[in-house]
Every structure is written in structure tokens, then in C-alpha cells.
């Protein structure tokens, strides 16, 4: 692989991260607003975060190969 490459797989992650935190949060919120308490708001966002995260790199993990 080129530097190139290397260099948007990179931004692929980072801008797949700041979606899944985005998801996080939205997940938080619901949670809130559904009348947990915070940690375990907390505990739901984060896993909303996993989830979505796992989900993209799965997708990157076929989509790579694929176009090289």
C-alpha cells in the first residue's frame, strides 16, 4: 500500500469515529430522556459507540481488499 492510501484509511477511521461518537451521544440521550440514571446512560452510549464502531470497521475490513 502507498502512503497515499494509508493516509485515507486513516481518515476513513477518524471520520468514522466521530459518527459513532455522534451515535454515542444520541444514544446517551435517549437513555436520559427514557429516565435512566447517568452511569447507566453512560454504559448504553458507550455501547451504542462499540457497536456502530465494530460495524464500520467490519466494513472497512471488506471494502479495503476490494479495492486494491
Do not use: C, K
Not at 25 to 50: D, H, M, P, Q
Amino acid at each position: 500500500m502507498s502512503v497515499q492510501s494509508l493516509l485515507m484509511l486513516l481518515l476513513a477511521l477518524v471520520a468514522l469515529a466521530a459518527v459513532s461518537a455522534v451515535a454515542g451521544l444520541i444514544g446517551y440521550n435517549v437513555s436520559r430522556e427514557g429516565g435512566s440514571s447517568v452511569s447507566t446512560a453512560i454504559g448504553r452510549g458507550s455501547f451504542v459507540f462499540f457497536s456502530v464502531m465494530t460495524l464500520f470497521i467490519a466494513l472497512l475490513a471488506v471494502l479495503v481488499p476490494a479495492l486494491t
